[in-house]
């Protein structure tokens, strides 16, 4: 297998932030597209809900399989469902068929995380910190652009566009790595049923594995919250910000995606304990920083875009800091570490939307922030036995 350059990191980490954008289109336009579609406003959020569980059932069943098959053939199959979901998405007339294509949308963007393990196959262990953050850097890019690109698209035409978009999006990117990726044939000789078995294994036995997908999950929970509840403090009374100016906050957590090759770097050079540590602070201070000034006030909103900017920061350096780590326990059997990797803290994050929610609902801001700022604490008294 060729050693990755510049330019398929490049390319890796622009296919990752565009095929994982696709998870996160529909969540600004809940009320655009329940409206249209006549459904119902109390099962309005299964929009968002679908897509996620279809992640995770991709995570759990399709990721995997990267240990087991072609690896290459495996990505572009798995767009291909992608991509078909998100054209059902866009000609969608009825709540049924758009919630079942939110579903396969969900399943098809797990092709993001065969082609992180991709990339960890082809680097060196002396580079390979630094190759999986920068291709980690789109990843968290392609997160934070997704809700406010799909908001001006709206804002200047109708939903619809944004799935037509993301549909043509993904048939050139897929022709473009049909034709660029390596071929990569795992050695495993395992059945499905098998490979199955053996994640249930390697998280029991692999303690680095649970301490990374724990410290996240805590991590990914925090973010959830906040980015589920900041949107309705902007939107609220002391505030009064348009879905518009809402969007341009969403862009500023874009300047932690930074953080990614910076925390790849340091994992190469031996220092990933004290840059986890300094991750998990980070996403404390963020929700501490928020309480400083009077709410309503200007220094609050620069303080909250400021916010957002260093939790991001650390949630992207936290996610490169645990792959760097469980893609060095073993190439047979990366792509199941990175599936039980992934799915536990995409539960940590759903968790954390729908208790960021709750706490909104019924404490505002100050209620929601203190369970924010309680998962990185707890995160750290954990990571403090290690």
């Known amino acids: 297998m060729p050693v990755i350059n510049t330019w398929m990191t490049l390319l890796l980490a622009v296919s990752c932030g565009l095929i994982v954008a696709n998870l996160y289109y529909a969540q600004p336009l809940v009320g655009p597209i329940s409206q249209a579609l006549g459904l119902d406003p109390k099962a309005s959020g299964l929009i968002v809900t679908l897509t996620q569980i279809g992640y995770g059932v991709g995570l759990l069943l399709i990721v995997p399989l990267g240990d087991l098959f072609e690896n290459r053939k495996l990505i572009l199959w798995t767009m291909a469902l992608g991509t078909v979901a998100l054209l059902c998405a866009a000609t969608a007339s009825t709540p049924m068929l758009f919630l079942t294509a939110a579903f396969c949308i969900g399943v098809g963007s797990v092709a993001v995380q065969i082609l992180v393990p991709l990339a960890a196959h082809m680097a060196p262990e002396a580079i390979r910190g630094r190759a999986v953050g920068n291709v980690m850097s789109g990843l968290m ?159 609050a909103l620069v303080l909250l875009v400021v916010a957002a900017i260093v939790l991001d920061f650390g949630v992207s350096g936290n996610l490169t800091l645990g792959q760097r780590t469980i893609f060095s326990l073993g190439a047979e059997h990366r792509s199941r570490l990175n599936g039980i990797y992934m799915a536990t803290f995409f539960m940590g994050g759903a968790v954390g939307s729908a208790v960021g929610a709750w706490a909104y609902a019924y404490g505002g801001w100050w209620l929601a922030s203190c369970f924010g700022f309680a998962l990185p604490v707890i995160a750290l008294l954990y990571f403090s036995t290690e």
């Open 141 to 299: 890019m392609g997160i934070m652009l997704a809700r406010p690109v799909a908001g001006f698209i709206t804002q200047i035409s109708s939903w619809h566009v944004v799935f037509y978009v993301s549909t043509v999006v993904m048939v050139l990117l897929a022709f473009v790595l049909s034709k660029a990726l390596p071929r990569r044939v795992p050695v495993a000789k395992l059945g499905y049923l098998e490979l199955l078995k053996s994640m249930w294994h390697l998280a029991l036995h692999t303690p680095a594995l649970r301490r990374r997908a724990i410290y996240h999950a805590c991590m990914f929970a925090a973010f959830s919250m906040f980015w589920t509840t900041t949107p309705l403090l902007l939107a609220g009374p002391e505030f009064h910000l348009s879905q518009a100016s809402i969007a341009l906050f969403a862009l500023a957590g874009v300047a932690g995606a930074v953080a990614s090759p910076i925390a790849g770097r340091l994992a190469d050079k031996g220092w990933t304990r004290p840059a986890t540590g300094v991750a998990m602070l980070c996403v404390a201070v963020a929700f501490l920083m928020t309480h400083i000034a009077p709410k309503g006030s200007t220094l």
